[in-house]
């Protein structure tokens, strides 16, 4: 049920990820779609992690507490090409404007839509007619038109994780014009950022969509209005608070704790992803060393990034790229009793996370480019408000706009981040205090549960207005 009617939500994205399960994939998605869900209720359809050699198979639906998880397997070849090809080598760059990591095929293309088609004939067979349909992420962008085209009436939302690039940007992708008229097929479109919307905008104003702009969010595009507007990802923000508080006292965080030896912690947690900038993240902590030579012995970096994607050749390759070069570090720096670095490339339980942000002195968040980013957001949630740590955070993260008392930095610029690490660490408590507490009222008034709240309202808006007078 949603909150704001009594129609049933249904959210659809490419990978289910029960909670109950294990190894459930950790990522941004997968954590806000998850308390988006739980609150209220819902269906999450999507793949189950499985590929078959044949079709793909029928919806195996599985309730766990209020919500239902309706699964399907997929088709290992359509698989490559619509997730691994178009969606991860294609528009994931572009939405990241890294657009010399584009690899196009053709039949990556054709992959793509394929499945996109499969998905809205899987959804069909559960869909009520009272259903609000709410789709998140990239991968599925030509689902709304599929749907449409056979027949389904229900609203339907999406929403975009990742940042949307400029116009300029997206032209370059092959398909974009296609990609642009299937999303005019929602009534909804959703952004973490108005940088992001702005974007959008420059695309559906060219002669592709020739897009009229009325009031109040609402845009004319061929065969009708849709709204698009700014929805923020948030956090449940005293459920962090709560996590790390108990998290403390469990044997795992002591133990780290205790191995730090009272020196402070740096920590980083991110995807193995290009986008985090990862290594230019270890070669600004090394500049920290160099140019700060009192940080030497008195401060251990942590760095937390469990792989993924892995057979995309890109994301194989950073993780042996980060090896080498936190191994340089190390070697340049460590004395026999310290260790620059700690690398762990692994994911580790929620709790285990909260605790380790609550005993980091710095949270160091420097994508080149994220469309929100939850850690940071975490990472504040996590601090004890009486001696909170502080974040530092790229000026290039959707959440830069909102943690606007973080210590900005451009990940770009070592110096700068270096700069950005000394500033933390040696900033008087008053002054953290008072960064912390007006952040965490950011965060509160921004929730997770306005962000599912706000879409839902606005889907149902949508429904109101473009119903026959
Ligand atoms: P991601 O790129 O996955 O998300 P992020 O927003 O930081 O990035 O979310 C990662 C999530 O996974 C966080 O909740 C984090 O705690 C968890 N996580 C990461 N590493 C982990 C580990 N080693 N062990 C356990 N948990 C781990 C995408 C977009 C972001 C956007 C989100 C949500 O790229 O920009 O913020 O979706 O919209």
Avoid at 384 to 413: F, Q, T
Wanted: glycine fraction near 8%; include cysteine.
């Amino acid at each position: 049920m949603t909150d704001a009617s009594d129609q049933r939500l249904v959210i659809v994205s490419n990978r289910v990820a029960r909670p109950k399960k294990k190894g459930a994939a950790a990522g941004g998605l997968a954590v806000g779609v998850l308390a988006a869900l739980q609150e209220h209720g819902g269906v999450w359809f999507g793949w189950n992690g499985k590929l078959t050699d044949g079709e793909a198979t029928d919806p195996e639906v599985i309730t766990e507490e209020n919500i239902d998880y309706a699964t399907i397997a997929l088709n290992e070849v359509d698989y490559e090409q619509y997730y691994n090809g178009y969606s991860n080598r294609v528009l994931w760059p572009v939405c990241h404007y890294m657009l010399d990591f584009i690899q196009y095929d053709a039949a990556d293309f054709e992959g793509y839509r394929r499945v996109n088609a499969v998905f809205a004939r899987k959804l069909m067979s559960i869909l009520r007619p009272d259903d609000i349909i709410w789709v998140h992420d990239y991968h599925l962008i030509p689902l709304a038109s599929e749907l449409r085209a056979a027949g389904v009436t229900n609203p339907i939302g999406f929403f975009l994780h990742v940042p949307f690039p400029s116009y300029e940007a997206f032209r370059a992708v092959p398909g974009h014009e296609y990609l642009l008229r299937a999303m005019c097929a929602y009534d909804v479109l959703g952004f973490h950022t108005a940088g992001d919307l702005a974007a959008f905008e420059t695309c559906v104003r060219e002669p592709i969509i020739g897009a009229d702009f009325l009031d109040d969010h609402v845009i004319r595009v061929p065969g009708g209005q849709l709204i698009a507007d700014v929805f923020p990802i948030g956090i449940d923000v005293a459920q962090i608070t709560d996590l790390a508080a108990a998290a403390t006292g469990t044997e795992e965080v002591k133990k780290m704790f205790r191995s730090l030896e009272g020196r402070d912690l740096i920590i980083g947690v991110d995807r193995l992803d290009y986008s985090k900038a990862l290594k230019q993240r270890l070669l600004s902590y090394e500049r920290l060393l160099e140019r700060y030579p009192d940080t030497r012995s008195h401060v251990t970096m942590m760095q937390i990034a469990p792989p993924t994607r892995t057979g995309v050749r890109t994301y194989d390759e950073i993780r042996s790229q980060l090896e080498r070069t936190s191994g340089r570090i190390n070697g340049r720096f460590a004395e026999s009793d310290w260790v620059p670095i700690r690398y762990l490339n692994k994911g580790i339980s929620r709790d285990q996370l909260m605790g380790f942000f609550r005993h980091a002195k710095v949270g160091l968040v420097t994508p080149v480019r994220d469309g929100m980013n939850l850690v940071a957001k975490e990472y504040v949630a996590a601090q004890d408000p009486a001696d909170p740590g502080m974040l530092v955070l790229s000026s290039l993260a959707g959440a830069a706009r909102e943690l606007k008392s973080a210590v900005i930095v451009n990940p770009y610029d070592r110096d700068d981040v270096a700069d950005g690490i000394a500033t933390a660490l040696a900033m008087p408590l008053e002054e953290r205090k008072q960064r912390h507490a007006d952040m965490i009222d950011v965060l509160r008034r921004n929730d997770i549960t306005r962000w599912r709240t706000r879409f839902v309202e606005a889907l149902l808006r949508k429904r109101e207005f473009s119903k026959p007078a």
